[in-house]
């Protein structure tokens, strides 16, 4: 199982998929490497039924949320040149040495989370 090159809290563009939600952009909200999915913020929301639970205080009726979307279906949106693919890279020498993420297209450092 390879490491995914999404994060959480980045964000992405909908390549393909459903018509109403190609071509938009949302932020990560979780990421699931072992199924290579992802959860987009406002993308591909879905209804469902929800009892009414009053032990915690929930009340029943329809309720949206957001389903999980495959990795290969979004793209990573650099903030220089939109949507791009992403690449590795060692910066620094000896033990301070780190991984980084770059932008394919402008070949910029991408954010990462520690």
Request: one cysteine or more; aromatic letters at 2%.
């Amino acid at each position: 199982m390879a490491a995914l090159k999404i994060q959480r809290n980045d964000t992405v563009q909908v390549m393909t998929g459903s018509e109403k939600d190609r071509n938009r952009q949302g932020r990560v909200l979780r990421v699931f490497p072992g199924e290579d999915k992802v959860l987009v913020q406002g993308i591909r929301v879905i209804k469902k039924n929800v009892k009414p639970n009053p032990q915690k205080n929930i009340k029943g009726g329809v309720a949206e949320q957001e389903a999980k979307l495959n990795v290969s279906n979004v793209m990573l949106v650099c903030p220089d040149c939109g949507p791009t693919r992403v690449g590795f890279r060692f910066e620094g020498e000896g033990e301070k040495r780190t991984k980084v993420r770059v932008c394919r297209k402008c070949d910029k450092v991408l954010p990462t989370k520690k």
